[in-house]
């Protein structure tokens, strides 16, 4: 069973306009943490943000801002005012206590940012 | 630098073929990760070592073997190359006393093509 959906498989905006991404997760574990991660088109994967399950205080971090809400499942992510270096390929991830915190991957979410 | 260092970056093996693919950390990381990433799947972990002188199955085994060496090197095998193994292959680390951050480090990946 898919542990982490997102639902978006593309975005495509005009530079400066806000993105937010979409994550869905599904764990029995009240231990876990979720992450963001980016892979720009040179390939490889930069860590953006990591909430564990016993703090769902949201928070900004320049351009960057995660709503994370454990009474929908969702860790939704957004980049403001973006730019054409923001696109790549956006991936949320789970990893949970009882699985020894393995990752868990969504499918992904390309963005676009047109200039 | 610091990190997890992949070889080969690119390869292409014929069907049948073998090969190993090296990952190697010089972070003292005593859990090692194999994840593989296709188009529209995000990726998928194929195999892991949670500490030297263990190895577990993931989600996508088949077709795979590999060997934790010693703490930092975790190689992966593949003994008959078929053509569903073309993807790009992720060797990742992480510190099991890292239990604020649970933070893992991806090497640049390894893009594999079997004709």
């Known amino acids: 069973a898919q542990k982490v959906t997102q639902a978006q498989t593309e975005i495509s905006v005009v530079e400066k306009e806000d993105v937010t991404l979409d994550c869905v997760y599904e764990?029995?574990?009240?231990?876990?943490?979720l992450f963001w991660y980016k892979q720009p088109p040179s390939g490889e994967l930069v860590f953006l943000i990591r909430?564990?399950?016993?703090?769902?205080q949201n928070e900004i971090s320049g351009r960057y801002s995660w709503n994370f809400q454990k009474s929908t499942s969702s860790f939704n992510f957004t980049i403001t005012a973006s730019q054409v270096v923001d696109s790549a390929v956006y991936f949320c991830a789970l990893s949970e206590a009882r699985s020894d915190y393995k990752l868990s991957f969504g499918a992904g979410t390309t963005v676009t940012v047109r200039a | 630098n610091a990190g997890v260092t992949q070889t080969p970056k690119f390869q292409v093996l014929k069907t049948g073929q073998s090969m190993t693919l090296q990952c190697a950390q010089d972070m003292n990381h005593n859990s090692m990760y194999w994840y593989r990433q296709d188009p529209g799947m995000g990726l998928r972990l194929i195999y892991y070592s949670a500490s030297e002188g263990t190895t577990d199955k993931g989600e996508v085994p088949n077709g795979y073997n590999v060997s934790r060496l010693n703490k930092r090197e975790f190689s992966l095998r593949l003994e008959s190359a078929a053509p569903s193994q073309t993807s790009v292959y992720f060797c990742a680390s992480k510190s099991r006393r890292d239990r604020v951050n649970y933070g893992y480090t991806f090497g640049s990946g390894t893009r594999l093509t079997v004709v």
């Open positions: 764990t029995r574990d009240t231990t876990y943490y």
């Open positions: 909430r564990n399950s016993f703090d769902e």
